[in-house]
């Protein structure tokens, strides 16, 4: 299972970082992600990282976000930088492989 946490209320220009927490199993051998919906709008990719440590980000966040993991944690974690109005919603850890979603975090900036 995945838990997410980290979001809250931050004004633009101001930093987050969110964790996800998997337990039941070591994931190190999978892909996980981060992906995110906001009001009235679908769900949509923000970063993914290999078992490796490859990563990639969404257009609209490269350069302010980072994604990362801890394997010997079995955690991953998005750094979100420079936060903008547009990034408010709820974020969701994902792990592709096996299907799972986190319940999701809420991020809301101010402007």
């Known amino acids: 299972q995945l838990q997410a946490s980290g979001g809250g209320l931050v004004q633009a220009g101001g930093s987050l970082r969110l964790s996800c927490a998997a337990s039941?199993?070591?994931?190190?051998?999978?892909?996980m992600g981060w992906y995110r919906q906001a009001p009235g709008k679908q769900r949509e990719f923000v970063a993914p990282i290999t078992s490796g440590g490859i990563i990639n980000v969404a257009s609209s966040v490269k350069g302010r976000f980072t994604i990362s993991r801890v394997n010997a944690q079995n955690t991953v974690y998005l750094q979100m930088n420079s936060l903008k109005p547009e990034d408010t919603a709820v974020y969701y850890c994902?792990?592709?492989?096996?299907?799972?979603w986190g319940q999701g975090t809420l991020v809301t900036v101010s402007s």
């Open positions: 039941g199993r070591s994931f190190s051998d999978n892909a």
């Open positions: 994902h792990l592709p492989g096996f299907g799972i």
